[in-house]
């Protein structure tokens, strides 16, 4: 992957952003983007529980009892949440809401987007063992355990304005908001 990928022109970004734009992301930027992710997650789980409490209300008020979920429960179902919202984010946009708030994109080897079976394999391996992130504070290439076995990075990227939004196809209204597909040095 080249050191330097460039997704968005350079007159678009803030003038702080412009020469992270296309790097590998360091330890600190990533931990925030999970924290944020893990907040979504948690606020997903808990909602999941107050709408399944609140369907069992309206299908039976008069003996209506709040469901039972043990802290195991909650843990459980975060985890299942977590793994299908990382597998869908990178496996489609390439990155998460925390990723978007820090101008972050997961790319394969090749700068282009994460296949979706080595989505999965990510999204559970980052679920389960998130002490890999760690390994980004000491790795040279900035890579995570996970990036390394997968030949995955996270690298700086932001999106483009919508100045820069164009529209591909007028027959079917496409807009062109982006891409992650392989991309260019900087000339």
Do not use: K
């Amino acid at each position: 992957m080249s050191s330097r990928a460039r997704h968005v022109p350079a007159e678009s970004l803030p003038p702080a952003a412009v020469d992270i734009q296309g790097l590998r992301a360091g330890f600190i930027s990533r931990l925030i983007a999970g924290g944020i992710d893990y907040a979504t997650i948690a606020i997903v789980t808990i909602g999941a529980y107050v709408g399944l409490a609140l369907l069992r209300f309206l299908i039976d008020p008069r003996s209506y009892r709040p469901p039972h979920w043990t802290f195991g429960t909650f843990v459980v179902v975060g985890l299942i949440f977590m793994v299908l919202y990382l597998w869908g984010c990178w496996a489609t946009y390439g990155r998460t809401l925390g990723n978007r708030v820090l101008g972050l994109r997961v790319v394969a080897r090749n700068g282009g987007r994460v296949h979706w079976f080595a989505a999965l394999i990510r999204s559970i391996a980052c679920t389960i063992v998130p002490i890999g992130l760690v390994w980004c504070a000491i790795s040279r290439e900035n890579r995570s355990l996970q990036d390394i076995v997968l030949r995955t990075s996270v690298v700086h990227d932001w999106p483009r304005s919508l100045a820069d939004v164009e529209i591909l196809n007028t027959s079917d209204r496409r807009l062109d908001l982006g891409h992650a597909g392989p991309t260019t040095p900087d000339a």
